[in-house]
Structures are given as structure tokens and as C-alpha cells.
């Protein structure tokens, strides 16, 4: 079994920041690759950023040049995700992944909500 928890979701307004972070445990061997979704309301799932499990990232368009996924140096299979200049379009729920095997596991998701 695998497990993911979030953390770090919260209000902010416009223009600030938030860090989530995500520990993945279980029965996971190595580096495994994991990534951030998001959910906003009345809208499809959406991929936001992704590392793989030799540390290379890749970013939806929307978020280039604002968020920046990560690894934590002591735990490899915790990743965050740097979220700056947030905008009201960047409201949603926040889910990490992990791929183990041929399986993607999901965490419950952290609520994040841009707003004045």
C-alpha cells in the first residue's frame, strides 16, 4: 500500500504565495516519479507540474515562471510545489501523485483559494 498526504492549502490573495508539500510512504523502493494536479470547480482535473524520478520538471503553460516543483533533499519521495504570483484562476483543489509500478496513487487533496 501506498500513502500521500497534503499539506500546506489555504487562502491567499492575489499576488501571494503558498507551498504545498507531499509525503509519499508505504511500500515504495527508490525515487518514484510524482506530480500536482488541480481541480477547480465545474472544470476538468489538470496537470500542473511533474518530476521525474531523475529530477527533470515539466510545468503546465499556465503556471510556468510562477510555480516550481521540488524534491526535498532528505526525503526523495516528498515533493512541493512553490506556488508565487497566484491568481484567482489558480482556486482549486491541489492533488499529488505518485507512480509506484504501473499504478498512480492519489492523495485527498489540499484546497488552495486565491481571493481579496
Known amino acids: 500500500q501506498v500513502q500521500l498526504v497534503e499539506s500546506g492549502g489555504g487562502l491567499v490573495q492575489p499576488g501571494g504565495s503558498l507551498r504545498l508539500s507531499c509525503v509519499a510512504s508505504g511500500r515504495i523502493f527508490g525515487i518514484k516519479p510524482m506530480s500536482w494536479y488541480r481541480q477547480a470547480p465545474g472544470k476538468e482535473r489538470e496537470l500542473v507540474a511533474g518530476i521525474t524520478s531523475f529530477g527533470t520538471t515539466n510545468y503546465a503553460d499556465s503556471v510556468k515562471d510562477r510555480f516550481t516543483i521540488s524534491r526535498d533533499n532528505a526525503a526523495k519521495n516528498t515533493v512541493h510545489l512553490q506556488m508565487n504570483s497566484l491568481k484567482p484562476e489558480d482556486t482549486a483543489v491541489y492533488y499529488c501523485?505518485?507512480?509506484?509500478?504501473?499504478?498512480?496513487?492519489w492523495g485527498q487533496g489540499t484546497q488552495v483559494t486565491v481571493s481579496s
Open positions: 501523485t505518485v507512480v509506484v509500478g504501473i499504478r498512480d496513487y
